[in-house]
Nanobody, 121 residues
Framework: VQLQASGGGLVQAGGSLRLSCAAS????????VGWFRQAPGKERESVAA????????YYTNSVKGRFTISRDNAKNTVYLQMNSLKPEDTAVYYC???????????????WGQGTLVTVSS
């Protein structure tokens, strides 16, 4: 499966953005999808993930209550709604698909190209 992430941009603190991860391939609906981010000088971290059905989700503690992950398998797309953005959310955001709902990036086999989110204070 091939992934294309989009929706990044520059936003002020407290603002919102919605990232999209569009996939090609008929098997997309059988994969879990995760969003990861990497800030300058920092390691990549898991942000959120959703199961193949959308019925199970995961969020890292720092985004709980602010970010929402969802998917529309009919459109082969996963979304990350980001509200109440903070400067520390600034990073390149990547989506990835894999067989398991997990925070471990090694489990995700297909990766999108990344989209930059910049939150100004």
């Amino acid at each position: 499966v091939q992934l294309q992430a989009s929706g990044g941009g520059l936003v002020q603190a407290g603002g919102s953005l919605r990232l999209s991860c569009a996939a090609s391939g008929r098997t997309f609906s059988s994969y879990a999808v995760g969003w990861f981010r990497q800030a300058p000088g920092k390691e990549r971290e898991s942000v959120a993930a959703v199961s193949w059905s959308g019925g199970s989700t995961y969020y890292t503690n720092s985004v709980k209550g602010r970010f929402t992950i969802s998917r529309d398998n009919a459109k082969n797309t996963v979304y990350l709604q980001m509200n109440s953005l903070k400067p520390e959310d600034t990073a390149v955001y990547y989506c990835a698909a894999g067989p398991l709902l997990t925070t471990m990036s090694e489990s995700f086999r297909s990766w999108g190209q990344g989209t930059l989110v910049t939150v100004s204070s």
